[in-house]
């Protein structure tokens, strides 16, 4: 899909990830509807990249509905808003993970669901979606992420099967730990040394390439960590015995920790 002249509707565009997607985005000539929660942040965004902001907080039942209402023609979506589920099951409110299930996996569902209607009546459009390496393989402490990342990747390969025939594309991106910005590196934890990062430009390059080829899924980690969660995916029964005895479960604690004020 050509970029230039699009329109672009960008959920969570106020974290560090969202800005750099937003920016990515404009050089590549897209018409950019920027949403989230932090006003502040939004509508300064929206003015360096000449676009609109929508002030919306998709943890409200009717939120994904009138934020489509308000954003009008939809060329492609990115789903990118997010909140923390890193920490044990027991440390959640019934509330949290409520809210978790609503802006992870609920709003992309609905945003899509309409939108693609849309889409296939115009012969047109792209969908894509900010999973994570989460949602590929378990991992201690994970487990309200992963569901929420595991339920949105399954969700978009499965809608890519349906709409690929009707001319929709939809893609998913798999970060994995990413520097300077986003929720791994708000949290203040720290990596063992085997553990590399990403960049939030990485990111945005994925999300750009995902769009203009219709790539099924891009994951951006370095390759040792795309390996393991390959791995893990395909023998979670050992590989998640060797993450225990690597102490993942340690750097699991001090994410969750950092996170749980952002629920």
Do not use: W
Request: aromatic share 4%; net charge positive; proline share 5%.
């Amino acid at each position: 899909m050509n970029l230039a002249g699009a329109s672009v509707l960008l959920t969570g565009a106020t974290g560090g990830l969202g800005q750099a997607i937003a920016r990515a985005l404009a050089a590549r000539g897209a018409s950019l509807t920027l949403t989230g929660r932090r006003v502040d942040v939004l509508e300064p965004l929206a003015a360096e990249v000449a676009g609109r902001a929508l002030a919306s907080d998709l943890s409200a039942p009717d939120a994904p509905a009138r934020l489509l209402e308000e954003a009008g023609d939809v060329d492609v979506l990115v789903a990118n808003a997010g909140l923390p589920g890193s920490g044990r099951l027991g440390s959640f409110t019934d509330e949290e993970l409520d809210r978790a299930l609503a802006v992870n996996l609920r709003a992309p569902m609905l945003l899509a669901k309409t939108l693609a209607d849309r889409m296939v009546e115009r012969g047109g459009g792209h969908l894509l979606f900010m999973s994570s390496l989460a949602g590929k393989a378990g991992a201690p402490g994970n487990s309200v992420y992963a569901a929420t990342k595991f339920g949105l990747r399954g969700f978009a390969l499965a809608l890519r099967e349906d709409l690929a025939p009707k001319g929709v594309g939809v893609s998913v991106i798999l970060p994995g730990f990413i520097s300077e910005a986003g929720m791994f590196a708000e949290s203040g934890a720290k990596l063992p040394p085997y553990v590399g990062t990403k960049r939030p430009e990485d990111v945005a390059r994925a999300v750009v390439k995902a769009i203009e080829h219709d790539r099924a899924e891009i994951e951006v980690a370095p390759v040792v960590l795309r390996a393991g969660a390959t791995l893990a995916a395909l023998a979670p029964g050992p590989i998640g015995a060797i993450q225990r005895r690597l102490g993942a479960a340690g750097t699991a604690s001090q994410i969750g920790a950092g996170q749980r004020h952002k629920r």
